[in-house]
């Protein structure tokens, strides 16, 4: 039986995982990592990329030539249309404050 009125040790601070940078209201509207996707709903898996499927969206799948490997996806909508690529960040850290400090200098 453990005390919770213990204080942390140096091990279990270090343990504890960091808060997810993002939007305010990141929990609620996203984006969302893998782990906190409604399970219940299928979801097209491309891999590094899980597209929630709707009637009328189409998919256009960018294929590297040597590798096969999906590079991108077009996305059509509405006439609308977005192109989403994965990208590999570190664990350590969040990108979301860089990057949205890239997008309002624009």
């Given at each position: ?25 990141r ?20 891999g ?6 709707r ?52």
């Amino acid at each position: 039986m453990t005390d919770d009125t213990q204080p942390q040790t140096d091990q279990e601070i270090e343990a504890a995982p960091a808060p997810k940078s993002g939007p305010v209201d990141r929990e609620t509207t996203g984006p969302f990592d893998e782990s906190e996707a409604n399970a219940v709903r299928p979801y097209i898996d491309l891999g590094g990329i899980k597209i929630l499927p709707r009637e009328g969206l189409n998919l256009r799948l960018e294929v590297e030539e040597q590798t096969k490997r999906i590079v991108a996806v077009g996305l059509d909508y509405a006439e609308s249309t977005l192109q989403v690529q994965p990208f590999g960040a570190p664990r350590s850290s969040g990108l979301w404050e860089e990057t949205a400090s890239r997008s309002r200098s624009r």
